[in-house]
């Protein structure tokens, strides 16, 4: 069983920057692949972005391409999320979750475990 923390979120000005943590254990954090999905008030929850067991493979959402950067420390069994240029869209709860496969996916039902979230909140 995988426990995943988020932390890094917070009240931000439209153009800034955040750099949001996901601290893994209980798993073998090398293994699985880790992402991190959002979701906004009053919509679905949506996919952001997903790095490889190795971080040598990673995918982004069209929405954040460009202005985000995932990586991993497999050494602190941590992932991160660096996002930059925020605006006020990006407001959300975002999730970490991971996927206990080679995998790369977009799909929340890919993910086999997630954190409770941490609350990101651009002002316009």
């Known amino acids: 069983q995988v426990q995943l923390v988020e932390s890094g979120g917070g009240l931000v000005q439209a153009g800034g920057s955040l750099r949001l943590s996901c601290a893994a254990s209980?798993?073998?954090?090398?293994?699985?692949?880790m992402a991190w999905f959002r979701q906004a008030p009053g919509k679905e929850r949506e996919f952001v972005a997903a790095i490889s067991w190795s971080g040598g493979r990673t995918i982004y959402a069209d929405s954040v391409k460009g202005r985000s950067t995932i990586s991993r420390d497999n050494a602190k069994n941590t992932v991160y999320l660096q996002m930059n240029s925020l605006k006020h869209e990006a407001t959300a709860v975002y999730y970490c979750?991971?996927?206990?496969?080679?995998?790369?996916?977009?799909?929340?039902?890919?993910?086999?475990?997630w954190g409770q979230g941490t609350q990101v909140t651009v002002s316009s």
């Open positions: 209980g798993g073998t954090f090398s293994g699985y692949t």
């Open positions: 979750a991971a996927d206990h496969s080679v995998r790369i996916a977009t799909s929340q039902a890919a993910y086999d475990y």
